[in-house]
């Protein structure tokens, strides 16, 4: 009997890492997105994590949000996924501008990650963007997998185009 048991057990590791690696979201930088909502035939919506190195609810999100099956597959099939440091020193050119690291006191922000924050910089806070990249809406705080793929999915499924978010959260999920 122990001898069919290690066979079974080593089947579902198995089956468990393979299931999680196929869920894994595949992160891009801005540019990266930006070049393929421009290159590709059906180009999908982009979403951005602005997030810093020392903000514990960013790592709980990443950790609890978007290492969720569920969530992980979603965002996969619907838009392109990119991590924006909001501190990082590395120019981003966008749209014939270059954005840059602006320096305060001991540390600083990004232009682009307060762009796109729309000058409120609270982390973490995702972006949600057309396949123009035309900001739908920033959503600032700490999200659970549950109540972030209802906000994905409002913006994912265009359900934002037909119904306020109001009226889209008071229906049942």
């Given amino acids: 009997m122990s001898q069919m048991k290690n066979p079974i057990i080593l089947l579902v590791l198995l089956f468990a890492v393979v299931y999680g690696q196929a869920q894994e979201i595949e992160w891009m930088s801005w540019t990266e997105?930006?070049?393929k909502t421009q290159t590709e035939k059906k180009p999908k919506k982009i979403f951005v994590d602005v997030y810093t190195?020392?903000?514990g609810w960013c790592k709980k999100m990443d950790k609890d949000t978007f290492n969720n099956p569920e969530v992980a597959a979603y965002m996969k099939d619907n838009f392109?996924?990119?991590?924006?440091?909001a501190e990082s020193k590395d120019d981003v050119v966008y749209k014939n501008k270059t954005f840059k690291f602006i320096s305060q006191g001991r540390s600083g922000y990004h232009e682009l990650a307060a762009a796109l924050l729309q000058g409120k910089m609270s982390f973490p806070t995702v972006i949600f963007l057309n396949e123009k990249q035309e900001i739908l809406s920033p959503v600032p705080g700490y999200q659970k997998p549950k109540g972030f793929l209802k906000i994905a999915k409002y913006f994912g499924d265009d359900i934002y185009k037909n119904k306020d978010?109001?009226?889209?959260?008071?229906?049942?999920?």
């Fill in 33 to 35: 997105a930006v070049e």
């Fill in 53 to 55: 190195d020392w903000c």
């Fill in 80 to 85: 392109y996924m990119v991590k924006m440091d």
């Fill in 165 to 173: 978010w109001k009226e889209y959260d008071a229906e049942k999920s």
